[in-house]
């Protein structure tokens, strides 16, 4: 059973306007960046973990890779379904908690991009063990030298955008790099509040993780959506973006 906590309300009440968001709309220029670095033949398999609505996952299988899209968000698999059927494509859709997955099968590569899964927190989730086993489940579903990217919150943008004062009302931990916000959605009965929190990485605990879980980090940059490449990090964009290999 999936777990209601709060980023599972969030996604399921934001899924049908999820694709007006500004950072949506690169996805046909992200996916030809994906499948330049993964350099793969069509008909190889795919996993989208935290697929969202399914926009890169979908747009994978129009160009011939048999994707699997893992996200905790009924709302969201709803859509991706939606959009899948409208493409004429087949996707494997699986409802699941991204940290506690465990794959059926092997496969040849694997992203997680744009906030699908990894930082995102329910109120009892510890900020190191979240991630950590999200970044475990997926090596664990890639088959030897498979490639795997990643786009995580860049935590030197969090250090910079806060004061001691939000440190002190709780808004951001330095300790955990955990920044809480609280959001108003609209519902069919009415507006309700959401707290909502987020985890920012710094490059080298990434390149950290990544290796002792076992990958093989080959670009640690930017990673802001419409803009992929292999470059530098600014200091205050959004995403900082990590190609490694198992």
């Known amino acids: 059973m999936i777990p209601k906590n709060d980023w599972v309300k969030f996604f399921d009440g934001h899924a ?16 030809d960046f994906i499948l330049e670095e993964f350099k ?20 994978l299988a129009k160009r011939g890779y048999r994707v699997t899209g893992v996200d905790i968000s009924s709302g969201m698999l709803r859509e991706a379904k939606k959009v899948a059927r409208e493409a004429g494509v ?18 040849d590569a694997a ?18 063990s979240h991630d950590v086993a999200i970044l475990r489940n997926i090596h664990a579903a890639l088959k030897p030298k498979a490639p795997f990217l990643l786009t995580a919150l860049n935590g030197l943008r ?6 001691q004062k939000e440190v002190d009302k ?38 950290m993780l990544f290796r002792l879980i076992g990958f093989e980090v080959e670009h640690i940059g ?3 959506a419409g803009n992929w490449g292999r470059r530098l990090l600014e200091l205050d964009e959004i995403e900082v973006m990590v190609i490694a290999k198992k």
């Open 40 to 59: 793969l033949p069509p008909g190889s398999l795919i996993l989208d973990m935290g697929c969202g609505t399914g926009r890169h996952a979908v747009e």
């Open 158 to 163: 969090m250090i910079r955008k806060y004061s």
């Open 222 to 224: 930017g990673g802001t």
């Open 90 to 107: 087949q996707v494997e859709w699986i409802q699941a908690d991204a940290a506690k997955f465990t794959a059926t099968k092997s496969f």
């Open 170 to 207: 709780d808004q951001f931990n330095p300790l955990t790099m955990v920044e809480t916000s609280t959001m108003e959605q609209d519902t069919s009965k009415g507006k309700r509040s959401i707290q909502l929190r987020e985890r920012g990485h710094l490059p080298t605990e990434l390149a």
């Open 16 to 31: 049908p306007v999820y694709m007006d968001n500004v950072f949506t709309k690169n996805t046909l220029k992200e996916v």
């Open 111 to 128: 992203i997680c991009l744009c906030e699908g899964a990894f930082g995102l927190l329910s109120r009892d989730d510890d900020p190191l």
